[in-house]
C-alpha cells in the first residue's frame, strides 16, 4: 500500500527508491540539510520481525524526531526510514551491506508461534487479514427458523424467498438456518413423505391380503360369511328352433300316450301316439295282447288326464295294434312321413315310457334301413312271430318305448318303435333288456297300412306268393318246401308261384335284386309291400338262375 505524503517535509527532498523522502541527519530541533540527488542503491530482502507492522511499531507523537528503531535480529542492508512524527526530519539508518542477490531469503521470518497461515507481515505491506475457519454445523443439519447462525441475527426474509436472500459466500448451512430448511431439506422432506406413504401403502396392502385370503377361506370352507347368493345368467326365452331336439320334442310330446294293460295273462306298459281326432291310437300289438281276453286298457295323456280305452285290432305278424279312447276332446294327432324317403345319418328322436318314465325324449340319428328282424315266438306255434323289414337306430329305447313314435326333424313320425337287440337276437322289449344302441322300428307306410285296414276292418291282410318254405335250409336263399304243413303241396294250386312256374326244391336267391339269405329274410321282403305289388324274383333250379315277375296275393291272417 503507498504511503502519503507527510506533512512538514522540507522542500527539495528528494524521495529514495521506497519512496519516502530522505534527509540529511538533524540534530533535534535543527533546520534540515537537503543531501544530494543520488540514485538509491538497491534494497536488500529483510528478515521480518514481530507480526505487526512498522507503522503499528511507532511509539506515539511525542513532538520530537526519534529514530526507527531495528530489532536486532532483524538487520536491514538499507536504511530504513523511521516514521516522521510532528514535522521534524526523518532519523537516517545508516545502511549495511547487501546481501548476496545469488540466495534469496524468505519474505518472512519463522513464526514461532505458527499462526496460520501467514505468520509475521514482513515491513513492506500490512499482513492480509487472517481468514479462520468458520465453525459450522454439519452439512444437512436442521435448525429452527430463527435460531442465530455464528452468533449473528437471522435476518428477516426478503422479497422473492430464499434466493432472495442468497449469500454465495456464506458458510455451509447458513441458509439452512436463515431460511428453516432450503431445497435440499425439502428435498428429503418429500423423500422421508413418500417414504411414509410407500410405507403406509404396503402395511394397507398386507392387511389387506390378509383380510382378502381370511374371507376367501371362509367362503370356501363355510360357503360364505352369511347368505349366498350365487349369481345367474340370464336364461333363454322364447321358441326352440323348430328342428332342434327341443322344437321336435314340443311338438311331438301332446300327441304321445302312455298305456298301462292289464289282462288275464299278466299286464304290460308301453305307449302309443294319436292317429286322428276321433281317439284312434297306435301302438305294438304285444303291448296290447293281455286285453284281449277281457283286460282293460287305460291311457294317460301328456297333460297327465287318463282315459279308458279299448281294443280295435291287433296283427302279430306285423305287431301292430289300434285302439280308441271315448270322450276325449282335444287330441293332438301326430303326422306321418315318408319312411321310404328316410337316409341313413338321419336325425331322428324316439319319446315313450321306458320304466314307466313317461314323457321320455332320446334322439339318435337312422342307423341302417330295410334290416330284417324277427321277433315274438313265445308260445312256440309261430302264430306271434313279427316279421319286420326295420329301420335300425341308435337312439336309446327301453322296455316301455314299445309301440312309441320315433319322428324325424321335421316332428312326422316315421316309425313305430317295436325292438331292440338283447342277448341272442333281437326280440321285442321286455323287462329284462335294456338299450345297447341297437333300436328297431316299423317303418311307417307298412304301419300306416296295417292301421288303415285295423280301423277299417278290424283285421289286416298279409301279402303272400303261395309257397311253403323249408325253414330248416342251412344254405343261401330260401327254398320252397316238399309239401304243405297239413300234407297238402308246397306250391298252393293257382297261387302267384304256381302262375310263374315255381315249383318244389326251387331256391329264391333275390328279391328285386337284393340277395336273401334265410327263408324269414323273403318273408320280411314279401311283408314290406301291399297285396297286389308286383316283384322280381331270382329263382335257381338244378343250378341255373333264372328271372321271374309275379303279383304278391293276399290273406287273411289266421
Known amino acids: ?24 541527519t538533524a540534530e533535534p530541533g535543527g533546520p534540515a540539510t537537503a543531501p544530494e540527488a543520488t540514485e538509491a542503491p538497491a ?24 529514530e526507527a528503531a531495528v530489532p536486532p535480529a532483524a538487520e536491514s542492508t538499507a536504511t530504513v526510514p523511521a516514521p516522521r512524527t510532528g514535522g521534524a526530519p526523518d532519523a537516517a539508518i545508516p545502511a549495511q551491506q547487501q546481501a548476496p542477490a ?55 426474509a426478503p422479497e422473492g424467498g430464499e434466493w432472495g436472500r442468497y449469500d454465495p459466500w456464506a458458510a455451509p448451512g447458513a441458509l439452512v438456518a436463515e431460511s428453516g430448511g432450503g431445497p435440499g431439506e425439502r428435498r428429503r422432506e418429500r423423500r422421508a413423505g413418500r417414504g411414509r406413504l410407500v410405507g403406509a401403502a404396503l402395511v394397507l396392502a398386507l392387511v389387506a391380503g390378509t383380510v382378502g385370503g381370511y374371507v376367501g377361506m371362509r367362503l370356501e370352507r363355510h360357503g360364505g360369511l352369511g347368505t349366498v347368493e350365487l349369481e345367474q345368467t340370464p336364461g333363454q326365452t322364447g321358441e326352440r328352433a323348430p328342428d332342434s331336439v327341443a322344437g321336435i320334442a314340443a311338438r311331438t310330446l301332446p300327441g304321445v ?22 281317439g284312434h291310437i297306435l301302438t305294438n300289438h304285444h303291448v296290447v295282447e293281455s286285453a284281449s281276453d277281457g283286460g282293460s286298457i287305460r291311457v294317460t ?20 295294434a289300434v285302439v280308441k279312447v271315448s270322450g276325449v276332446s282335444g287330441l293332438t294327432p301326430l303326422p306321418l312321413g315318408d319312411s321310404d324317403d328316410v337316409r341313413v345319418g338321419d336325425p331322428v328322436v324316439a319319446i315313450g315310457a321306458p320304466f314307466d318314465l313317461a314323457n321320455t325324449v332320446t334322439s339318435g340319428i337312422i342307423s341302417a334301413k330295410e334290416r330284417p328282424i324277427t321277433a315274438g315266438g313265445e308260445k312256440g306255434d309261430g302264430t306271434d312271430i313279427s316279421y319286420v323289414d326295420a329301420l335300425q337306430t341308435d337312439a336309446p329305447i327301453n322296455p316301455g318305448n314299445s309301440g312309441g313314435p320315433l319322428v324325424d326333424e321335421r316332428a312326422r313320425v316315421i316309425g313305430i318303435n317295436s325292438a331292440i337287440h338283447a342277448a341272442g337276437g333281437p326280440a321285442r322289449q321286455d323287462d329284462s333288456a335294456g338299450s345297447v344302441g341297437l333300436g328297431f322300428a316299423i317303418p311307417v307306410n307298412q304301419a300306416k297300412r296295417v292301421a288303415e285296414e285295423l280301423i277299417n276292418h278290424g283285421r289286416a291282410t298279409h301279402p303272400v306268393i303261395g309257397v311253403t318254405l323249408d325253414m330248416g335250409y342251412e344254405g343261401e336263399g330260401a327254398r320252397v318246401g316238399g309239401e304243405a304243413a297239413g300234407g297238402g303241396p308246397a306250391v298252393t294250386p293257382g297261387g302267384p308261384a304256381d302262375r310263374t312256374d315255381i315249383a318244389a326244391g326251387d331256391v329264391i336267391t333275390e328279391v328285386d335284386g337284393v340277395p336273401v339269405t334265410s327263408g324269414e329274410e323273403l318273408i320280411i321282403k314279401i311283408r314290406s309291400h301291399r297285396p297286389g305289388d308286383r316283384l322280381d324274383l331270382t329263382v335257381e333250379r338244378d343250378g341255373e338262375s333264372r328271372r321271374v315277375t309275379l303279383e304278391l296275393g293276399s290273406s287273411d291272417p289266421s
Not at 530482502?45 to 526519534?66: M, V
Request: charged share 15%.
Open 301 to 320: 295323456f301328456n297333460g297327465g288326464e287318463t282315459a279308458r280305452a279299448r281294443l280295435v285290432g291287433g296283427d302279430p305278424g306285423y305287431d301292430l
Open 102 to 156: 545469488e540466495r534469496p531469503r524468505p519474505l518472512h521470518a519463522p513464526d514461532p508461534y505458527s499462526t496460520p497461515p501467514y505468520g509475521e507481515p514482513g515491513p513492506w505491506a500490512p499482513a492480509p487479514p487472517v481468514q479462520r475457519p468458520v465453525p459450522t454445523p454439519a452439512h444437512g443439519t436442521y435448525l429452527p427458523p430463527g435460531t442465530p447462525a455464528h452468533g449473528t441475527p437471522v435476518p428477516p
Open 43 to 66: 534494497v536488500g530482502l529483510t528478515k521480518a520481525g514481530p507480526a505487526e507492522s512498522a507503522e503499528a511499531a511507532a511509539p506515539p507523537h511525542s513532538g520530537q524526531t526519534e
Open 257 to 278: 300316450v302312455t298305456l298301462h294293460v292289464s289282462g288275464g295273462d299278466g299286464g304290460a306298459l308301453g305307449t302309443g301316439f294319436v292317429l286322428d281326432g276321433r
Open 1 to 24: 500500500m503507498d504511503k502519503a505524503k507527510p506533512t512538514g517535509t522540507p522542500d527539495g527532498a528528494v524521495p529514495d527508491a521506497t519512496g519516502d523522502s530522505h534527509g540529511s
